[in-house]
């Protein structure tokens, strides 16, 4: 394992231009063309858009919190399309556009942060791309992915060499993360059984107020070589950086090589959460460097370079302001939960004293009914 | 005195191997992990031989970490299997304790019934073994406050036998106390015949004066007590809670109908417990059968003292007659 420098493929400028330690990457781009690089732009411009919306619907009180994802677009969707249709995602709460890539509703994601749900979509569900639940608990996850890779293990999808069946987790988590004990023991787990994990780091610089220099006076993507998990770090905001370093591995994660750690170098170009001010803590000279590395306009710049002209733009633009239209009208139109979903599935099997809430409840509220049915049956009863 | 020839006479410990073993057989979803648990058999040999029969896969001697235990454990239930996690001592529990509460306790709730959490949790705990500090608590009451677990704790080798094979089979996660102490004295395990539902209390002595409660190691501490009373004209029931939660409150509202007086008692520390709980639904639910207050021994509020004083801090026979005999003078 040497100590190899970051991975990019795109300049900030959009040039292709590999860094000397992309060359081992280089061939995974042979697995997309044009039609792909179309879409990784189709769907961070969505992404973004959407991201806008949800910022939008949080201001005008649709939503209690948004969690914004804008300037991560390209690490996360050059490292959803490396997954395969078998692989399992478990995201941390920001990976808004690895969802869309997998194929949830991410209408679920408004829900969610509505107060409507605490899950949103059903990752049992093949046409939610194994797309795991969110989790708010930093870190928590990553010990869920690498239990499930163990589980794939004994399944028998890791290593057989059959490329529709062999299987890996995909696990997302932030800076913030990488301080918290339980991704540290995923490390030691996943390295201990040598499960078929890719830990993605998105290291977006800040853990809502508290720079990336407080959590570690090194290089995040060394946090995992002295846990037996092999690393590296990449330009995050590249998005064939992302996909290729994913996709390499990944194969190996099913091969049954063991874990891998990727730290993508990206930049959180919004506020942690709406309910965050950033004008407090950031350093405008740091926001504009990253500004300028935007993923999406670099890739812009890349696919221009290549013949696209101003018509696949525009027509991008309208989609997204589309998907956006569609988002806000399907927020305004959704109504509250039943109350039942305080109750349901808190546990699997009958429980007596959930079920007796639930019914004291019911009465509860029924002794308010002054509707003329209820009173004329109180008015026959008595 | 039963005269099956079924019956075996095994030490609890014994008990709960055997019924993880046939576990481990019925299903080949069930797997266990934790600390030592392998070669060695674990600390208190609850799995020994269990790796050897099975094989690592499936008896998996995990690193040093009770987050990362609980929380592959998760990982493996959401990919349809069964884990049977062992935690070494009720006091190491704590490092996993936002695994169990903020996670495997609620993402059945998050999940909106997609999918299920049918983890089991072993716990051996409580006192009377002389250990050194960590090493006798009796944790209960932190989990028992949590939605969405359920919590049970046999109190001989043959509920042992047959409640851990009917945790792993529920669906819902299920913490297991094993109360320490009865590890090593023998009682009768009947192989054939199927023990209680999981979350029924059970009434173990029946008397007419007085109502005794407990869990675990306790039981054996109030039919002790129970059998002291007798000499002195004093007739008492005794409930085996067996599940702490949900309760079964049936057998206990029934007894103390019957007695009108009542003395919860548990090894755990008594401010915000189990038995507080208990004491507060019997007297909102059997306040017009009382002709006592309903009365609670506990351990102290303190933290579990040196061993050399645990005979003090834990509630023996003579602490539980005592209340008996407050509640008598009424």
């Known amino acids: 394992m040497t100590d190899s420098p970051t991975v990019r493929f795109l300049t900030a400028g959009g040039a292709f231009e590999p860094t000397p330690g992309a060359e081992e990457y280089a061939s995974y781009l042979e697995r997309i063309g044009e039609t792909e690089l179309r879409r990784f732009y189709r769907d961070m411009a969505v992404v973004r858009r959407f991201d806008q919306e949800g910022t939008n619907l949080q201001r005008q009180g649709q939503m209690a919190l948004w969690v914004p994802s804008h300037g991560q677009e390209g690490a996360q969707v050059g490292s959803a399309y490396a997954a395969r249709p078998q692989d399992h995602i478990f995201p941390s709460y920001r990976e808004h556009a690895v969802g869309l890539v997998r194929g949830i509703d991410v209408l679920a994601i408004v829900e969610l942060l509505r107060g409507n749900t605490h899950g949103g979509w059903d990752p049992t569900d093949p046409s939610n791309g194994n797309f795991h639940g969110y989790c708010l608990v930093i870190g928590s996850h990553s010990l869920h992915a690498t239990g499930y890779a163990m589980g794939l293990q004994r399944d028998g999808l890791v290593g057989t060499g059959d490329p529709e069946v062999d299987s890996a987790v995909l696990a997302y988590f932030g800076d913030g993360a990488t301080s918290q004990g339980d991704v540290s023991e995923a490390f030691v787990f996943s390295a201990s059984s040598q499960t078929p994990n890719v830990f993605f780091l998105q290291n977006n610089h800040w853990a809502i107020s508290v720079p990336v220099t407080v959590q570690s006076r090194t290089p995040l993507y060394l946090r995992s070589r002295g846990f037996g998990v092999p690393s590296v770090q990449i330009d995050g905001n590249d998005v064939l950086a992302s996909y290729a370093v994913t996709a390499k591995h990944l194969d190996e994660a099913r091969a049954g090589h063991g874990p891998q750690f990727i730290e993508a170098l990206t930049y959180r170009v919004g506020a942690h959460t709406s309910s965050d001010d950033p004008t407090k803590y950031a350093d405008q000279a740091q926001h504009d460097l990253w500004v300028s590395r935007d993923p999406i306009i670099r890739l812009e710049k890349y696919l221009r370079s290549l013949g696209e002209g101003d018509a696949f733009f525009a027509e991008v633009a309208a989609e997204a302001e589309d998907f956006a239209a569609d988002i806000r009208h399907r927020t305004l139109a959704l109504t509250p939960p039943d109350k039942a979903l305080i109750f349901d599935n808190v546990y699997s099997e009958p429980h007596p004293v959930v079920t007796e809430q639930k019914q004291w409840l019911e009465r509860y509220e029924a002794s308010f009914d002054t509707s003329p049915e209820a009173s004329s049956v109180t008015k026959e009863q008595a | ?330």
């Not at chain 2, 690193?63 to 009720?90: H, K």
């Not at chain 2, 704590?94 to 306790?105: E, K, V």
């Not at chain 2, 309760?247 to 007086?261: A, E, F, H, M, N």
């Not at chain 2, 007297?283 to 059968?289: D, H, K, M, N, V």
């Open chain 2, 1 to 330: 005195m039963s005269t099956e020839t079924t019956l075996d006479e095994l030490p609890m410990a014994k008990a709960l191997n055997a019924g993880l073993r046939q576990a481990l057989a019925d299903d080949p979803k069930v797997l266990l992990m934790g600390e030592d648990i392998g070669p060695l058999g674990g600390v208190f040999r609850v799995t020994e031989g269990l790796q050897a029969e099975f094989g690592k896969e499936r008896v998996v001697d995990t690193p040093l970490a009770e987050s990362g235990i609980i929380g592959t454990a998760i990982g493996l239930a959401l990919r349809g299997y069964r884990p049977v996690c062992e935690i070494q001592f009720d006091g190491f529990i704590y490092p996993g304790f936002d695994q169990i509460t903020s996670q495997l306790a609620k993402l059945t709730n998050r999940g909106g019934g997609a999918f299920s959490m049918p983890v089991v949790i072993r716990v051996p705990y409580g006192g009377h073994i002389g250990a050194v500090e960590h090493h006798q608590e009796s944790p209960e009451a932190y989990f028992a406050h949590t939605p969405g677990l359920r919590l049970v704790s046999p109190s001989t080798p043959n509920d042992a036998y047959w409640m851990i094979q009917e945790a792993i089979a529920s669906n819902d996660p299920v913490m297991f106390f094993e109360p320490k102490s009865r590890y090593w004295p023998k009682g009768p395990v009947d192989f054939t015949a199927s023990a209680a539902p999981l979350h029924a209390s059970r009434i173990v002595r029946t008397g007419t004066d007085v109502t005794l409660v407990g869990h675990g190691a306790m039981v054996s501490v109030l039919l002790q007590a129970a059998e002291v009373a007798q000499g002195e004209g004093v007739s008492v029931e005794v409930v085996d809670l067996r599940s702490l939660s949900p309760v079964d409150y049936g057998p206990i509202l029934d007894s103390v109908t019957k007695t009108g007086r009542i003395v919860v008692a548990q090894e755990a520390s008594g401010f915000v417990s189990v038995g507080s709980e208990i004491a507060a639904t019997v007297a909102e639910r059997a306040f017009y059968s009382l002709e006592a207050p309903v009365l609670r021994v506990s351990g102290f509020d303190t933290p579990f003292p040196p061993a050399k004083l645990e005979t003090l801090f834990l509630p023996d026979a003579d602490r539980v007659l005592e209340a008996v005999d407050r509640a008598m003078a009424y």
